[in-house]
């Protein structure tokens, strides 16, 4: 079973976890249980996201904490975690056994920080892309795209895009073929009206 571990902390941004979680599960359902999706916490209290969303999930550190695929939001508390060493540590652990590390918008100031991003093409929030080259000055930011993948690390661009990077993801987990299915159960076909 591959497994899927969704990192919350503080003022995370809501859609960053919950449009990836969205993919995730409908994956987990429609492959009839070859995907386990869960989310965690590196808090040990009930999570606050920045819009006020309430999450009580399990630390991080009280379980198991290895995954094939980790998922770090974005979010206003990306700049508290960064400044974290104990945290950061903690990222580097779960993530050297991970098969894929992602994050959606400013959640990739956090890998950078951790020292995962040298030398790999990367994105971000399009309002943070400068202050990522400084936290990793080796990294290549790659602007206007949705999603950049180096290796076995995928960063997304801000809140929407993660849902796009999980869907890439899943077609990368199973097949593009199941991906579409996915993403047809989902009726996710984006047509914002101002486009």
Known sequence: MFSIGIILFDDFE????????????????LSEGKLTCEMTSLASHKVIAKK?????????????????LIL???????????????????IKHIASSATWVTSVCTGSL????????????CTSHHSCLEFLTQLSPTCEVVRNNRFVQDGNIVTSAGVSAGVDMALWLVGQIFTPEFAREVQHFMEYYPE????
Request: hydrophobic residues 40%.
């Open 72 to 90: 770090l939001p974005g979010g206003e508390g990306s700049r508290t975690l960064i400044a974290d060493d104990r945290v950061l540590e903690i």
């Open 192 to 195: 914002p009206p101002y486009a």
């Open 110 to 121: 956090v890998y950078a920080k951790a020292g995962l991003l040298e030398g790999k093409k």
């Open 52 to 68: 006020g969303l309430q999450v009580d999930v399990p630390n991080i550190m009280t379980k198991d904490s290895r995954y094939d």
């Open 14 to 29: 809501e859609l960053d976890a919950i449009g990836p979680w969205e993919v995730f599960r409908v994956a987990e359902e």
